[in-house]
């Protein structure tokens, strides 16, 4: 296994890191406290190219690979998640399921806009009752011959306020269960769709999360991803993908907290001397250290997996389960490490705290994953 980066994998890297330490350190915690994460920045990233990195430079992409993509995600994630879910949802839900699954029709229309960063899209799987339980569906399209008629409510839904495409799983066969559930790409604005309020989070509080409610919504037919029925196969290969971008938000949110740690247990002294001195500070690092390489490895399997067309459903559930408890114990040792200073909001390492826990909830939780990762081993 060789994970040696190509010269254009770290330029791209780096320029992750130039633009989360020039763009976004500035005004984390303010976006964070008031919960707003401003369209200027999501333009910005766009025009480096980060919003739709995997896709194919003819439908406006950056044309680079999944490697490229988890370095980029792993930079931004260091400094601010609600940024990176943004760029994640984008890259990984809606660009790659429409690039890889969308007709020509579909992809000039909306794959080219949504490449560039001129607008951003929304994946729409879960809902009140179906989260985890995604055959579940309770939102339904009805054929009605030349269109579908959609209602439903989708929750927790990223990017919901702002996004101008939206990418809706629904069942228009019940008597086929998921084999009869269809993808399809709904506008804004569409007569009958509503954006409902925006929630308040415990963490990734810039990302603009929301529940939709669609109400005798039309949807034309040639809107629908892939075949009749097609929607549960085209929800679960995305999110195949999708988990390798969280995978790598984790990885990135724990090496943000633990590089903070690491420069102040060499700054802040106690009993005479740096805390990093300290044994039970020094064996923090050590372990934080093993842990978030051990994460990256396991990202960096996944994405060479997916670059190299293997399988990638088992490393990349093995990637998010593992990066995300790393995620999470890690931001924890890091306030402690913190002591009081920890605790406050100026020096960043609760709000990181606060983000992990969402890796280990959104695009299957870790139970899901455990799922996922169980059912390949016993098959095999
Ligand atoms: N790639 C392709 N197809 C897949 C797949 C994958 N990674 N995972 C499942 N499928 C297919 C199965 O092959 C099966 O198809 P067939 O009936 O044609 O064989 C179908 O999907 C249903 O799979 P299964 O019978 O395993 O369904 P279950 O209800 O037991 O559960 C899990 C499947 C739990 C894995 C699925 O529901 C899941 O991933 N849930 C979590 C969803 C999620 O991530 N929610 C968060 C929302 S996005 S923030």
């Known amino acids: 296994m060789d994970f040696s980066l190509s010269e254009e994998q770290l330029m791209i890297q780096q320029a992750a890191k130039d633009f989360a330490q020039s763009e976004l350190m500035p005004g984390v915690i303010e976006r964070d406290d008031s919960q707003t994460f401003p369209d200027e920045l999501v333009r910005k990233m766009g025009e480096l190219g980060f919003m739709g990195m995997m896709v194919n430079e003819k439908y406006g992409g950056s044309g680079l690979d999944t490697q490229a993509y988890v370095l980029a995600m792993e930079e931004l994630s260091k400094v601010d998640a609600s940024a990176s879910v943004m760029v994640s949802v984008n890259n990984s839900l809606v660009c790659w399921g429409l690039e890889t699954y969308g007709s020509e029709e579909q992809k000039q229309k909306y794959l080219t806009r949504l490449a560039s960063g001129e607008i951003i899209g929304a994946f729409c799987l879960s809902e009140p009752e179906a989260g985890s339980d995604a055959t579940s569906q309770k939102t339904t399209a009805i054929d009605k011959g030349d269109h579908y008629l959609l209602n439903g409510t989708k929750n927790w839904i990223t990017n919901g306020g702002r996004a101008e495409v939206f990418l809706v799983i629904a069942q228009t066969h019940a008597d086929k269960g998921h084999h009869g559930i269809n993808a399809l790409i709904v506008e804004k604005g569409t007569p009958g769709f509503e954006i409902g309020p925006k929630e308040n989070k415990l963490g990734i509080r810039g990302s603009d999360t929301h529940s939709l409610l669609f109400n005798d919504v039309i949807v034309p037919k040639e809107n629908r991803i892939g075949a009749d029925g097609f929607g549960f196969k085209f929800a679960m290969k995305t999110l195949a993908g999708g988990r390798i971008g969280i995978a790598a938000q984790a990885l990135g949110i724990a090496a943000g907290a633990y590089e903070l740690a690491l420069q ?55 990637a998010k389960l593992y990066a995300s408890d790393v995620a999470m114990e890690t931001t924890v040792e890091a306030v402690q490490i913190h002591g009081g200073n920890g605790f406050v909001k100026d020096y960043h390492v609760e709000r990181l705290m606060r983000d992990a826990k969402i890796t280990q909830i959104y695009e299957g939780t870790s139970e899901i994953q455990k799922i996922v990762i169980s059912r390949s081993i016993i098959k095999d």
């Open 264 to 318: 102040y247990s060499k700054q802040r002294k106690a009993f005479g001397t740096e805390i990093s001195n300290h044994q039970a500070i020094a064996f923090k690092l050590a372990d934080m250290h093993t842990k978030i390489q051990a994460a990256r490895l396991l990202v960096y399997q996944a994405a060479s997996d997916k670059d190299n067309g293997n399988d990638y459903t088992l490393s990349g559930a093995m």
